[in-house]
């Protein structure tokens, strides 16, 4: 059973003043929509950074960090309040070893059964090795086990961005790590540590981070209902090895907007291929 953990958001008093301006209205143009809480989830593989993503969102140290080992065994639930909009941050264990991914994602999808999410944070490390072999069975068991439209609600975070290059800029870096994981996952950069809030190409990641969240909630997306109909359609589906080099470019869509008319139409188009 999840640990669930819900207080006053106190944490969001210590972020920088100007932070605290521009959550404030993206907290308005939520309340104006009638949203009154969102609702997110993590996944990725072990050791990421995910809980220090949870720590970094509340601004607080909610979720316990290793530096050795992951330390969410089974999901944790955190929620969040202020000014009666609701934070909830479902963390979850991370993917270890390949063969052991689709016990990971059953256990990540028995507790999420009944649940209503709004965005889904696929964390990767930007220092981190290519493992093209291991994020192909990942991002096939994701969509086998909660089905391709999970996908357009997912927005991709890299932690451990802090790393010194010397034959290439720290952009052109990012362009190229996110080139090599395209058919997975790709949103912004993101550091390891609440502390850390500046990416070395000057850019404050917090405020960003939560205008695409505000972005994706109040887009043409609804939050997805993780139902027992979405996994039974799901279970053997083969349809998600198809769609995916497709429905993973919807992470771009908070970058390239344009592209989500186009890619809305092509997944229309391919279930009218397969459909019966």
Known sequence: MATVSEK??????GLPAATQIILHTLLAKLRKQKVDKITIVLLGKGGVGKSSIVNSLFSERVAAVSAFRSETLRPRQYSR???GFKLTVID???FVEAGRVDAAL???RRYLLGKTINVVLYVD?????REDKVDVKISRAISQAFGPQIWPHVIVVFTHAEIHLEDVTYSEFVSRRSAALRNIILKESRFKTVNTKILPDGTVWLPVLFE?????VLGSKKPIL???K???ISKGNPLGSIWMPLVLLAQFVLIWRPIRKAIDRDLVEEAQRHSP
């Open 230 to 232: 979405m996994i039974g």
């Open 125 to 129: 490390r930007l220092d981190g090795p």
């Open 212 to 216: 695409a969240l505000v972005d994706l």
């Open 81 to 83: 309040s202020k000014d």
């Open 8 to 13: 006053e958001w106190t944490g969001f008093q």
């Open 226 to 228: 993780i139902d027992e």
């Open 92 to 94: 979850t264990p991370g």
């Open 106 to 108: 059953n256990s990540i």
